[in-house]
């Protein structure tokens, strides 16, 4: 598989990952990578930090272990440095939701930042840095206010 469709499958695989519950899945992504907020500050690194992180955000429903969402991300530009083994990546992200009690609707849109290093053949992420720029409805989702957080 080319270094470009190897990172693109990186950036969907981490909205499979939220989208199922699988929360320990997704923070497999991170293993090596820093998790950086709007602001520029680091949130978390690792695997563990990022698993911990999620799982005080993310409302999963106890009937389906979902949250109820599809990430849907889109505009991917991939920058590849194969002498490096480094890339750079942006992307816009959408995210909805609908629940029993919850129509279906669109709760938040932004921006993803990435950055990628390529160890032992194969790309991971070594930086994502998430930035809502339409913030809706998010009661279901989050289990803490993000227009109020410093996160």
């Not at 990022?50 to 889109?74: G, Y």
């Not at 959408?94 to 938040?108: D, G, K, R």
């Amino acid at each position: 598989m080319d270094s470009y469709r190897e990172i693109e499958n990186l950036i969907y695989k981490y909205a499979e990952l939220i989208d199922s519950g699988n929360l320990e899945g997704m923070a497999q992504l991170f293993c090596y990578a820093d998790f950086i907020g709007p602001d520029g500050k680091l949130v978390s690194h690792g695997a563990e930090e990022f698993l911990a992180l999620q799982r005080r955000a993310v409302n999963i429903d106890s009937n389906t272990n979902t949250p109820h969402t599809k990430h849907i991300t889109t505009n991917v530009i991939i920058e590849v440095d194969e002498s490096l083994d480094k890339a750079t990546a942006r992307s816009y992200f959408t995210v909805l939701q609908s629940t029993e009690n919850f129509a279906l609707q669109p709760i938040i849109a932004g921006r993803y930042k990435d950055s990628f290093e390529r160890a032992n053949g194969h790309w991971r992420f070594r930086r994502r840095q998430s930035i809502p720029d339409l913030i809706g409805d998010l009661s279901k989702h989050l289990l803490f206010d993000l227009k109020h957080s410093d996160t």
